[in-house]
């Protein structure tokens, strides 16, 4: 799938590069940036938006680089860089048009989206099997584990052994237990040179080539490393992705930005239902255990039933000790009838630790049912703080985000408004969240937001001196062209300051009528949940003066 290629976007360049310019405009931690190019018209085009450069600060251990649009043949070259949320749902990191398919040209993108991120590695990187993006993530991202796409290696095996998949139906589901179910390395081993075998294809030049690079697709080389894979689709076995069903073969240039905003919408509305639904919905328990009220208090609902998998299994996993050093012991753990999958766990007591051989909690960031049976065993009540990945649970999005990179930065750089428009989005959903919890707390809430308001437009009003902060462009690279249009004016006259204040005042207003229909909407609510306490006392008490009767 390596190779280069060279593309142009005719007069939609020009489009992409308007809106990106007018993005940047209304919010100066919108960052962008475009490839050494005279005419902008075969320049590699990237951009990240504020929220985009916010998740990577709470989800950047795990990064997958989707490049679909080149095993789709789409007619634009669009590519993003995703990660995985605390709601196991893609998060959005940076968006690219690769008009230049060249080792450099993908070396420049890794650069770019690594600078708008603030240099902050990830963990792991999955991409597919390209030959240009190998070379550029070994470059860019050296101490960061790459893995292939398994689907896509899935993909291109049916394509390149299509007779073998037509005269024997029974090898690709051979071939996929043999990759997906293998438990040790000696037992993927065994099972491939097997399959080979018996299919006589042991000199088949595309599996031999796999095998080769076995050590970054295949899951039971990589269990030491996170990936974070429960944004897997139930039953397809492949990555819910970012753009799917918004960004397809037919896809035009001017209609990729609509479906690009609406796909950032509509990701947002799903992840803001996922947070309501765990904040004001308590699950179903399964056990008496105190681990599992533990649990549901503290992970999203996805991750939560994930664990609660996990420890409701226990009852069928027993744990038995098969060695013991003083503060570390062994225990072997199988489920019954299945001796031949046991797991050894070792458990030092001391500490309140333990490993597993299955590595679940180090690849998924989820404790393994192992794990926990010997945490039963040992009764261990609650689950210990190293075994609660922050990224899963419902507070992953809490804290100020500070830029670890803006101290080395002059006072009036983008990258010190970044970080206050991070820190100040970030205390805002804090605020509404609290402020939403009565009618009393919001009406208290709106009642200060507004006075906050009006102090803004106060200062606002106080001189153009203070208004230096969003002058200075991102971007700085030297392989990069310096977007001199993005720059925001250092002074701005009074009528244009006056104009924004207007806007943003009746954008205020609009809130401020939105969130009337909710705080009656609210009302309504508790107007209905006191109708019905009232019956339900009107039932009790006449069920009680019948049962006296």
């Not at 533990?294 to 996805?302: D, E, F, I, S, V």
């Amino acid at each position: 799938m390596s190779g280069g290629r060279q593309r142009t976007l005719g007069g939609g360049g020009q489009h992409v590069l308007d809106y990106l310019k007018r993005m940047q405009a209304e919010n100066p931690a919108f960052f962008y940036a475009v490839q050494s190019d005279s005419d902008h018209s075969g320049g590699n085009i990237f951009w990240a938006d504020a929220t985009a450069r916010l998740n990577y600060n709470y989800f950047k251990d795990a990064v997958i680089f989707d490049t679909t649009y080149r095993k789709n043949h789409y007619r634009v070259p669009f590519a993003s860089f995703i990660g995985i949320n605390h709601h196991g749902q893609p998060v959005l990191f940076g968006c690219a048009l690769i008009l230049n398919e060249s080792e450099s040209s993908f070396i420049w993108l890794f650069q770019t989206w690594l600078q708008a991120m603030s240099g902050r590695h990830p963990v792991s990187i999955t991409t597919d099997p390209d030959r240009l993006i190998q070379v550029a993530v070994a470059q860019v991202l050296p101490h960061t584990r790459h893995r292939f796409c398994k689907s896509s290696i899935f993909r291109e095996t049916k394509e390149k052994l299509g007779g073998l998949y037509t005269s024997h139906s029974t090898f690709e589901t051979e071939f996929k237990k043999c990759i997906n179910e293998s438990e040790t390395i000696d037992d993927f081993e065994s099972q491939w040179h097997s399959l080979l075998q018996r299919y006589y294809i042991m000199d088949n030049e595309w599996l031999q080539s796999m095998y080769n690079a076995r050590q970054q697709w295949v899951p039971v080389y990589m269990k030491d490393t996170f990936f974070g894979d429960f944004a897997v689709n139930e039953g397809s076995g492949s990555l819910t992705l970012f753009f799917d069903g918004y960004v397809t073969e037919t896809t035009t240039v001017q209609i990729l930005l609509k479906q690009y905003e609406k796909a950032v919408v509509s990701w947002h509305e799903k992840e803001l239902k996922a947070d309501y639904d765990t904040t004001n919905t308590m699950p179903i328990l399964k056990t008496p255990s105190p681990m599992e009220k533990q649990a549901a208090n503290l992970y999203t609902r996805r991750m939560f039933k994930k664990f609660q998998e996990e420890l409701v299994e226990t009852l069928a996993n027993p744990a038995t000790k098969i060695d013991d050093r003083g503060t570390v012991a062994t225990y072997r753990v199988a489920k019954f009838g299945e001796d031949h999958k046991a797991h050894a766990v070792n458990f030092n007591s001391s500490e309140a630790k333990a490993s597993c051989s299955c590595q679940m909690f180090e690849y998924s960031g989820i404790i393994c049912r192992h794990i926990l049976a010997v945490f039963r065993a040992k009764n261990v009540l609650t689950l210990p703080s190293p075994y609660i990945l922050k990224r899963w649970t419902r507070n992953a999005k809490s804290g100020a985000v500070l830029d670890e990179h803006s101290s080395d930065l002059p006072s009036n750089s983008r990258e010190s408004v970044t970080v206050r428009y991070n820190n100040l989005r970030q205390e805002a959903i804090k605020y509404v969240e609290e402020g939403a919890k009565s009618i009393h707390i919001y009406n208290v809430a709106m009642n200060a937001l507004q006075e906050a308001s009006k102090k803004v437009a106060s200062m606002k009003n106080q001189g153009s001196g203070t208004m230096h902060g969003s002058s200075l462009t991102n971007g700085g690279s030297q392989e990069m062209q310096a977007i001199e249009e993005n720059q925001t004016a250092v002074f701005q006259s009074v009528d244009e300051k006056e104009k924004k204040i207007r806007e943003l005042s009746a954008e205020l207003d609009n809130t401020n009528q939105r969130c009337e229909v909710y705080r009656a909407n609210l009302l309504a609510v508790l107007r209905d949940m006191e109708e019905q306490k009232l019956k339900l006392s009107v039932k009790v008490q006449s069920a009680r003066l019948s049962l006296k009767e």
